[in-house]
T-cell receptor, first 117, second 109 residues
Framework: KAGVTQTPRYLIKTRGQQVTLSCSPI?????VSWYQQTPGQGLQFLFE???????NKGNFPGRFSGRQFSNSRSEMNVSTLELGDSALYLC????????????????FGPGTRLTVL | QKEVEQNSGPLSVPEGAIASLNCTYS??????FFWYRQYSGKSPELIMS????GDKEDGRFTAQLNKASQYVSLLIRDSQPSDSATYLC?????????FGTGTRLQVFP
């Protein structure tokens, strides 16, 4: 079974631009979560989508948004990029059979490395 | 106070020894606890999950949870150089999964 895939793997943008990252979960997985990883702050939870609905949200500004499609694929968008948005963005998928958050194993994708100049 | 705290390390142990990794959390209503391993340049992968007080063993790994002390630990027995990685503690808190900044483990031959 194919793992979680993320595209693109690397991205360079300039301040003020916007960016869209894509995540394809493992087949059959219904939950997709997004994380930001930086050397200083570590791994931080952005949001989680389940059945096309945002179910949980971390403490990030509204410039960070996402959505999930009917096939469970998810996109994350960051508008008006800032230098501090440079990070590794990881998505993780899980079966979420029970419908409850974080009770099932999350499988991480390889991440998208975003550099903002 | 950070919600999930870990010693950043590095924790250096000789091959064959027991590595002990610790994590404390601040919110008493936390429900689920996870240990992830992350090799340099790679994504995190789940090693253990634990939900109730006590010990949970899986091969060379043992997770220990003490909710009264708000403390969770991971023991790695018979440490191998291949265990050298950063270990992330994660705590499920209501509607968020909160990660510690990780402990870097180095196992030397």
């Amino acid at each position: 079974k194919a793992g979680v895939t993320q595209t693109p793997r690397y991205l360079i943008k300039t301040r003020g631009q916007q960016v869209t990252l894509s995540c394809s979960p493992i087949s059959g997985h219904r939950s997709v979560s997004w994380y930001q990883q930086t050397p200083g702050q570590g791994l931080q939870f952005l949001f989680e989508y389940f059945s096309e609905t945002q179910r949980n949200k971390g403490n990030f500004p509204g410039r960070f948004s996402g959505r999930q499609f009917s096939n469970s694929r998810s996109e994350m968008n960051v508008s008006t990029l800032e230098l501090g948005d440079s990070a590794l963005y990881l998505c993780a998928s899980s079966l979420s059979l029970s419908g409850q958050t974080f009770t099932d194993t999350q499988y991480f994708g390889p991440g998208t490395r975003l550099t903002v100049l | 106070q950070k919600e999930v705290e870990q010693n950043s390390g590095p924790l250096s142990v000789p091959e064959g020894a027991i590595a002990s990794l610790n994590c404390t959390y601040s919110d008493r209503v936390s429900q689920s606890f996870f240990w992830y391993r992350q090799y340099s340049g790679k994504s995190p992968e789940l090693i253990m999950s634990i939900y109730s007080n006590g010990d949970k063993e899986d091969g060379r790994f043992t997770a220990q949870l003490n909710k009264a002390s708000q403390y969770v630990s991971l023991l790695i027995r018979d440490s191998q150089p291949s265990d050298s990685a950063t270990y992330l503690c994660a705590v499920h808190n209501t509607d968020k999964l909160i990660f510690g900044t990780g402990t870097r483990l180095q196992v030397f031959p």
